[in-house]
């Protein structure tokens, strides 16, 4: 907030603190109202629209019509008003009947006016109101005005709900409709089945007052608070579960970096200056960051952001003295946990016993908090939309990740199917646990090699928990996408060392850094400026790595001194043409000639192999296997470009099918043309680990796969049921005539044998 901000909000607050101390009714204090802030700005018209049984009513207004006053209505969406309130936005337009939704109204008599800047009036996050001034002229207005607009909005909010001006109950509470059981849909976040009761991660702070008596009392409140938050953190992050130096450390650092950032403490103190109360003050700050996060596109930033909007809830609930959380009260009962987004600080305050599962209104599959919760084993589901206008603190939740749904207030017959399915799963649990120290050997005696992939320091106790056989896709971008600076060599080093030293005598295949598409790093731009209209088969992977070299260097060197006398697999992704392979090698020779010069300890062996993942590959491989110790099938970005379908996209989510005979036979024509080549050929993604494509693809003569942790018992249990002479006689046979459905045919096929495949 610039000076003129401040001096221009504190002279209105100064001029609405007598309007609110008088003793005239409330329409008569609007009236004063929209006239002093007419006169501070200088303002033609100054208007306030209060929401009302649904409609926008204008309420109180200088410079239009008077008769318009409780006549002019519109909806939530209709006309600039609407938008503004919709939205939760701020208007700032020149020429308001140039927007596309503005609406005319005769009545008001706003034909002269041109220039239009709106605010809403925001309680409880829901907009309540707006508030918009106008001028003949056509003019945008001044940042220091829509400032000190947006501060005087929240003055207004505690007049408007104090003198019950507004329908509360519309806005905010429960219908009688909402009583019955919901279903919620969202994104899997963390798979997983959990029931338990709503709990609300954060219960309202209220704000009681909104205008300062002392400024510079309000500012020691602010200050304090901010040492007792820093205090805080740092406690957690020392007392974090995962050990010392790893990715959630990483996490937290980020965290700390917000909490001690003096641009942020700022903006309130400047708040403050304007006349507001410390709470109100961290709120307006707050309110301000929500409308830029509502403007980001960018996922990662937007996670940036929600750190910080974290940190902001936090202080305000310390220095208004109402900290309690839920975390902070306990769980009393095995709960869902219900939030607008969490801070990965927030999440690890919880009971692990009695936490059973989280429901986000937003949330990402690279959020800091997933990360988290992926680590605790605690399920997410995500993206679930007005969340708050369905559930209710203690309603009963049954949550399936799997499934991407929720179920609120349950019927009986509801929760009894889901019982039934949780314990059929823990059943399935105790049976794969038990094949965990059992190597994967098909009926006709041939081994199978089941590896789990992994991306975090944390990820390695899984490889003794699973019983797989070793790590066959390490994704070294996790480290970098929860970083908040691009990752030091030396913390590269020790992250590679460690994760070899959990795997022991088990093989571990690092996958050399692989960002771009949906992996954007905020502190390395991707794009020189100009956005990729398909990310996806743009500059990502190795092209990345490639013509960063700096980026590819650093890497090399850290696995290379990592691996000290061990061996080290290296796969470089996304490899289209085999001198993309050689100049990627070119640069782990370069170290490796560095490294000896040094006299450093070198690895044992080095084997080096590619991910198919672009299908140009396929057409060249008698060029590159002799240069090659090991291949893996990337079958989701493989998918695809041979669909020229975009995975993410939820409309081409049907257009392709794992078990499609163009996928099967691509597949197996890349193993029959390595036949010959001492190489080992293996398919690492989410195709390998769905019951009924792994023994398509074992029928298809491949014969190791890397796959996510869960998918290990469920695998192992299948390979050991099936022969795998038959099964290739079988996919032989259909993939010369397809049949007109070969999922259906492939599940007969293992129904008649008694594997089950679902």
Known sequence: MTSGAVASARNILTGLHEVMASRSHAQAKLNNVVEVIGECLDSEVCSIYLLREGMLELFATRGLAQEAVHVTRMAVGEGLVGTIAEHIETLNLAEAAAHPDFSYRPETGEEKFHSFAGVPIVRRERAVGVLCVQHVDPRRYEEVEIEALQTVAMVLSELIVNADLIDEEYAFSLGAAQTGPEQLHGLTLVKGLGAGQAVFHQPRVTIEHVVAEDTEAERQRVILAFDKMREQIDRMAGQAEFGVGGEHDEVLETYRMFAYDEGWTRRINEAIDSGLTAEAAIERVQQRTRMRMRQIDDPLLADRMHDLEDLANRLLRIVSGQLGTAASMGLRSDAILIARNLGPAELLEYDRRRLKGVILEEGSLTSHVVIVARAMGVPVLGRVRGLRAVVREGDQLLLDADQATATVRPSPGAVEAFEARFAKTRERQAVYAALRDVKPVSRDGQRVYVKMNAGLRDDMANLSLTGADGIGLFRTEFQFLVSATLPQRERQTRLYRDVMDAAGDKPVVFRTVDIGGDKTLPYLRHD????????????????????????????????????????????????????????????????????????????????????????????????????????????NDLTQFLFAAD????????????????????????????DGFNIDISVCGEMGGRRLEALALLGLGVRRLSITPASVGPIKEIIGRVDLREIEAAMESWLAAPPENLRTTLSEWASERDILVD
């Open 528 to 635: 020189d400026g100009e956005g990729e209209e398909n990310p996806a088969m743009g500059w990502r992977a190795l092209r990345v790595a490639l013509e960063r070299d700096g980026l590819l260097k650093a890497q090399a060197r850290a696995l290379l001194e990592a691996a000290a006398g061990r061996t080290l697999h290296v796969m470089f992704p996304m490899v289209a043409e085999p001198w993309e392979f050689d100049e990627a090698k070119a640069v782990f020779d370069g170290q490796l000639a560095y490294l000896k010069q040094q006299k450093k300890i070198l690895p044992e062996a080095i084997r080096y192999g590619v991910m198919l993942e672009v299908p140009a590959l396929a057409e060249q491989l008698d060029l590159l296997a002799p240069k090659i110790s090991f291949l893996s099938i990337g079958t």
């Open 647 to 674: 995975r993410s996209n939820p409309k081409l989510a049907e257009r392709y099918d794992w078990l499609s005979p163009a996928i099967l036979r691509f597949i197996r024509r890349v193993v029959r043309n390595l």
